[in-house]
């Protein structure tokens, strides 16, 4: 059975209640349309109604007495006498049940579940007005059966009758027209209805600035029918009230194209959410560039908003196809607009709210401006005034590829960084943090895929392939910082050069080409160099870099022990992993260790211990080339966690036992060894090693000690048996040099034992070093009959008969308790 839907117009009114027609018939079908009026002409009528019967539906002209009585009845200026023709609704509708709907609205979905109300014995059901009292009358469903059977049509007219005598006495304050009579006769009998059957838009920017109380809040419910109150009607006023380019939408709407939505063949896409648009909040007429920019995009939709209505100037831009103007935004209004726009511009000349450009800049949006216009610093992309050319490019090239492909804005900062290869380290995340900031990125060669894909991603990365010295100079002299972050291979000598310059030089430790004083940050943590970069673009000075750990160099701790018949610990790359959290291949992780370890590496360094570090904090390029790279990396994961542990104001080297084999330059480490050698020469000695160590074995290391007595451990995790093995060298210490080998659990029998006054060197490696140096061995060669460094898990070994070595072992501890 067909609904019954009530309409009601006149021959003014014809595009409205067409557009109504539209957005009812988009949404629904089997419907009996009528139109109540009394001077719309039948010819109109063929289109909509043709339309309609396609859908099952009709439309039904309804002619009123041309002199009806409601004719010279009082009014609202924005209101039809018409609007009263809703009173006879039961002398022309037959059906039972009808829903009444102004012409100033349109259905946004289907109206079945508003007919499906059981209205019982109420009158009506409607939507409170927006003062929250009464009920609004553009929206009815009318228990049309009561109303015949009441004679509601005649109580109506008769409270019509007596209000308006009050009114036109002046008596009667806020009079609204009829649904001030509606209210008066139904008083309690009518059913409240959600309002999203009758969602009231025209109030919106009153509504607004006088803060009414969850009246934007749509976020529970979709509207069905949205109804423009007041005068501000979509068809008569600019002001950006919610929905009203849906209400231009379905104006525009073809008829065929409602039968094809049905079809589903069409699905209705207001034009402001197709394609590519750009968005302007502004509080100025004057934005600049606009007319230049209307004119070279004309297949782009340039939205411009303000809070309050519109000068000349502005609303002069309307004549163009690709402007559309918002005066009087409201909040609802502008968030669709800034989820739609593709690009804001921020060219206005008049003030902008941080907040709105936060907000896009949170939504990834781009931003461009001009330098006259920019708002803050908020990541736009920045072009010089005048140069609107180059704005019309920045946005055709966006609009095309999603993505600026090369660099537009006056760049506020400019680094460079001379390659020898592809890898630069983070170089994508300081382009992304930083797209006012220009990175020139140089080399001799060509250059491969991989800086091509860079540079493609961020418009902001420049590549100089192949280029000249004339150019590289011309570089040189514009840059503002000198990022020195390639990897692999080194560019040493290109950063020499720029620190004549007295520029800004950052480099991450992992990146580091060369020792020239640059500032170091860890790889792990590009923020840190990224928060420099933007003091620099904010003006800001650069803080002082916290001074390095103060290690003394080889000579200058063995030279400290010898003096001081100090003990010694040290603490190498394995220690540091442990303390980390990590096994390590000679000892597996054992928290009451990595305790006392942490306990060790904080003490202060004193003559009766020498707490010792990698010297290789500041210069890591007096090592090897392989050994560089190892340092570098190690320094750029751990360098927090050493400051956070290392608080001593001074530590000796741990290389004092690895003086040779890692080192570029190895003239120093005989000189080294003979200071070694000179601290136990005539001394007896206890050596506490692992049991394929064999220190001394093969070799002269410790043919000037006075005697030899040897502890023999286990090799792997010895620290297991820490104090078993403290007890049996307290046994035999008495008047000895103990030099111990035995990895990280040298560390703490060296602390304890230094407290009970026993001189301890913890001396790990000193053996292979040794060999090394004698065999005068570039890189580190692999013995066969015992312990190597670095080869940790001692396989392969062929243990040679040494009669002196076994006469020296006073205690073996290498065997399983029993």
């Known amino acids: 059975m067909k609904k019954a839907i009530v309409l009601a117009g006149d021959c003014i009114y014809t595009s409205q209640l067409e557009t109504t027609i539209k957005s009812i018939l988009y949404h629904n079908r089997d419907l009996n349309i009528y139109i109540l009026n009394q001077d719309i002409m039948p010819d109109w009528f063929r289109k909509p109604r043709k339309m309609a019967r396609m859908l099952g539906s009709d439309i039904i002209d309804v002619k009123l007495p041309e002199q009806a009585v409601f004719q010279q009845w009082s009014k609202q200026d924005h209101i039809s006498a018409i609007a009263y023709a809703r009173y006879f609704i039961a002398d022309y509708i037959p059906e039972d049940k009808v829903l009444y709907l102004d012409s100033d609205l349109i259905v946004n979905d289907s109206l079945e579940g508003l007919f499906t109300i059981n209205l019982g014995d109420k009158w009506l059901a409607a939507v409170r007005d927006t003062e929250g009292v009464t009920f609004n009358t553009g929206v009815l469903l009318i228990n049309n059966a009561k109303w015949k059977q009441e004679n509601i049509k005649e109580l109506l007219i008769t409270q019509s009758i007596e209000t308006l005598k009050i009114v036109a006495e002046g008596r009667f304050k806020n009079f609204n027209g009829d649904q001030t009579i509606f209210n008066q006769v139904v008083k309690d009998n009518w059913l409240e209805l959600d309002r999203r059957f009758n969602l009231q838009v025209g109030h919106d920017v009153v509504a607004f600035y006088s803060n009414w109380p969850n009246f934007f809040d749509e976020s529970s419910y979709r509207p069905v029918v949205l109804h423009f109150l007041s005068h501000r009607k979509p068809w008569t006023t600019l002001i950006a009230n919610r929905y009203r380019d849906l209400w231009w939408d379905f104006h525009d709407l073809e008829w065929t194209q409602i039968l094809q939505h049905h079809m589903g063949e069409f699905e209705l896409v207001s034009p402001q959410n197709r394609g590519f648009s750009c968005l302007t909040l502004t509080t100025s007429q004057d934005l600049e560039g606009i007319e230049e920019l209307l004119t070279a995009l004309p297949d782009v939709i340039f939205h411009i908003a303000a809070w309050t209505d519109m000068g000349e100037k502005l609303k002069r831009l309307a004549s163009y196809d690709n402007v559309r103007l918002y005066p009087q935004i409201v909040p609802p209004v502008l968030e669709n607009l800034k989820n739609l726009a593709s690009i804001y511009l921020d060219i206005n000349h008049g003030n902008v709210e941080q907040s709105m450009l936060e907000s896009m800049k949170k939504q990834g949006k781009p931003m461009l401006a001009f330098q006259s216009t920019q708002h803050g610093n908020c990541g736009q992309v920045l072009f010089e005034t005048g140069k609107t050319a180059l704005m019309i490019e920045a946005i055709k090239d966006f609009k095309e590829n999603g993505h600026f492909t090369r660099f537009y804005q006056v760049p506020e900062l400019t680094c460079l960084t001379f390659t020898a290869s592809q890898e630069l380290e983070q170089l994508d995340y300081l382009a992304e943090q930083l797209p006012n900031v220009a990175f020139h990125v140089a080399a001799w060669t060509s250059m491969g895929p991989k800086l091509h ?68 940050y860890s790889s792990e943590h590009p923020e840190r160099m990224l928060a420099d970069l933007q003091k620099l673009l904010d003006g800001e000075p650069l803080a002082k870099q916290e001074d390095p750990i103060q290690v003394k160099s080889i000579d200058e701790t063995l030279d400290y022990i010898i003096e001081h018949q100090s003990s010694l610990v040290r603490f190498g790359d394995g220690e540091i992993n442990m303390l980390a959290g ?40 007096k090592f090897t080339s392989w050994a560089i790279p190892f340092w570098k990396e190690h320094m750029d994961h751990y360098m927090d966690f050493y400051r956070e542990l290392c608080t001593g104001s001074w530590y000796g080297s741990t290389f004092v036992s690895r003086p040779y084999i890692d080192f570029e330059d190895k003239s120093q480490a005989k000189g080294q060894f003979d200071k070694l050698k000179s601290i136990w020469e005539n001394q007896d000695l206890l050596i506490v090693e692992g049991a394929t160590s064999r220190s001394g074995v093969g070799n002269d290391l410790f043919d000037e000690a006075k005697s030899i007595k040897r502890i023999v451990c286990s090799s792997h995790s010895a620290y297991s048996r820490v104090d078993e093995i403290e007890q049996e060298i307290e046994k035999h210490a008495a008047g000895r040099l103990v030099l111990c080998m035995l990895g990280p659990t040298a560390k703490v029998l060296a602390y304890r034992l230094s407290q009970k006054g026993y001189q301890v060197l913890d001396i790990g490696h000193i053996d292979s070093e040794y060999e090394w140096m004698k065999m005068g061995a570039k890189t580190k060669v692999k013995f066969a009959h015992k312990h190597t460094a670095e080869y940790n898990f001692d396989q392969d070994i062929e243990f040679i008969e040494d009669e002196t070595y076994t006469s020296q072992i006073v205690a073996d501890l290498s065997k399983a308790t029993q």
């Open 453 to 520: 894909d860079l540079s493609n991603r961020y418009p902001n990365i420049h590549l100089h392939p192949a280029i000249s010295k004339e150019k590289l100079e011309e570089l040189k002299e514009q840059m503002d910082v000198y990022l020195d972050i390639n990897l692999e291979t080194s560019t040493s000598d290109m950063v020499a050069d720029v620190v004549q310059l007295s520029k800004p030089v950052f480099a991450f430790y992992k990146s580091q080409n060369g020792y020239h004083g640059q500032r170091l």
């Open 582 to 621: 990590h096994s390590i291949p000679y000892q597996n992780y054992d928290e009451e260790l990595v305790s006392t370890m942490r306990e060790i590496i904080g003490l202060e360094s004193a003559k009766d211990l020498v707490v010792c570090l990698p010297d290789a904090f500041t210069d890591r390029f």
